[in-house]
């Protein structure tokens, strides 16, 4: 079965002090909980990897990953942040392909495959994004578009290499916008990037596989979305800054 992971994504927000003060009120708010079956991320800003990776030491059911990585192994590039480095200070997930970094960064699918190996070689979990634009999903072609950038990108890896990736689905119009796409939406790409999993790969790993779902998830209707058959959780972006809203999605899966 795959597994529930509810993934916090601060984005380009927050000082020293505000981290430690949400990352404090969300650890006190899990005190005494049971929920240990779904794992909890939080993918911070670089400067408070160690930092926010210590606060939550002692709680095996929340992990800190970063926002991205370098697609580069090492070198003369400066200001990118290789995965040998986050190895080193013992993160084990990172976000890559977000829509923002694809828009704003002009990351394209080589890229994002060369971010995808070097994090696997480094034993670091890609929580690997993929989504459509407003424009792609009224011409009807969501689902070839989101597929397609699946192909050309962690499609490109070994059975053994893909079982270790996550996927998150993001429609990119329903990002910061207020809009969330309907329950039938979600399910209907989630469903058929389970299908391709399975053509691609097999029955086990597509079962296998965690298919997380990211665009304005708030608590009013987290539990109707993660209650969908082949949505095992999601990536929060602007609920995750708020404590107590982040708490009450984590409690909204099963």
């Known amino acids: 079965m795959p597994k529930n992971i509810i993934a916090a994504n601060w984005k380009m927000n ?32 670089y400067p408070y990897l160690s930092l926010i990776d210590n606060m939550c030491k002692g709680n095996e059911s929340v992990k800190v990953g970063a926002q991205n990585c370098s697609s580069y192994e090492r070198g003369a590039f400066t200001g990118e942040v290789s995965t040998e480095m986050l190895k080193s200070l013992g993160i084990e997930y990172v976000i890559i392909g977000h829509s923002e970094r694809r828009e704003f960064f002009s990351e394209d699918n080589k890229t994002l495959h060369d971010k995808v190996e070097l994090s696997l070689a480094n034993k670091i979990t890609p929580i690997f994004c993929c989504g459509e634009t407003l424009d792609v999903r009224n011409k009807g072609t969501h689902k070839d578009f989101v597929l397609s950038q699946l192909q050309e990108t962690i499609y490109n890896l070994s059975a053994d290499d893909f079982s270790k990736v996550i996927i998150a689905y993001e429609p990119i119009w329903a990002i910061g916008s207020g809009m969330t796409a309907s329950v039938d939406d979600i399910q209907e790409m989630h469903s058929a ?4 999993i399975k053509t691609n790969y097999g029955s086990a790993i597509s079962r296998n596989t965690s298919i997380l779902y990211g665009g304005s998830v708030k608590p009013i ?12 959780g999601g990536l929060i972006g602007g609920a995750s800054l708020v404590a107590n809203d982040f708490f009450d999605i984590v409690n909204s899966i099963s």
């Not at 990037?193 to 391709?196: A, N, V």
Request: charged share 25%; proline share 2%.
């Open 193 to 196: 990037i389970r299908s391709s």
């Open 14 to 45: 927050n000082d020293e002090y505000a981290s430690k003060t949400l990352t404090y009120d969300f650890l006190k708010l899990l005190n005494g909980q049971n929920n240990h079956s779904t794992l909890k991320l939080l993918c911070v800003p």
């Open 221 to 232: 209707n987290a539990k109707d979305i993660f209650d969908l058959e082949d949505v095992n």
